[in-house]
């Protein structure tokens, strides 16, 4: 699984909102500034959020933008999906819609099980879980393991 810079950087600017959630409005050049994204970039990211209800936008002097609901309600697939769509896709294809024969036959559930097990942390994740460095405990049982730091 590859996360894009897309996603990478909507999740980066939805945790600078709720770290902000008491603050008002973010503009997005500060989101930008505080988290070292092209702000060109993020205003189209900050776009795609805003129509996929995950942010609220607010025009003028004090204006900015701000999470659409609370941090806690609000989970990391949440917003890679708004920016970037299905969590995990063979081919562009969500796995439900392929079919193998033969030998690969058996990949269909292999992918399956690749997509529950990506759907259980993400989904399992809130930003107010990352914003408080409060991971769940299964993975933070994973980010541990010696293991998960190395490239095989």
Do not use: C
Not at 25 to 50: S, V
Not at 101 to 112: D, F, Q, V
């Amino acid at each position: 699984m590859r996360i894009s810079a897309r996603a990478d950087y909507a999740v980066r600017a939805a945790l600078q909102l709720a770290d902000a959630r008491d603050a008002g409005p973010l503009k997005a050049e500060a989101i930008a500034d505080a988290q070292d994204i092209p702000h060109k970039f993020l205003e189209g990211i900050l776009n795609d959020m805003r129509r996929g209800g995950l942010v609220l936008s607010q025009r003028g002097g004090n204006g900015g933008y701000r999470l659409a609901r609370s941090a806690e309600s609000i989970s990391i697939a949440d917003v890679i999906r708004v920016v970037d769509g299905p969590l995990v896709s063979v081919r562009g294809v969500r796995p439900p819609e392929l079919s193998y024969s033969g030998p690969a036959e058996s990949l269909l559930p292999l992918w399956i099980a690749l997509r529950a097990n990506v759907r259980q942390i993400l989904d399992g994740v809130s930003l107010a879980d990352v914003a408080a460095a409060e991971l769940p405990g299964r993975v933070s049982a994973l980010a541990e393991d010696p293991d998960s730091w190395t490239n095989p």
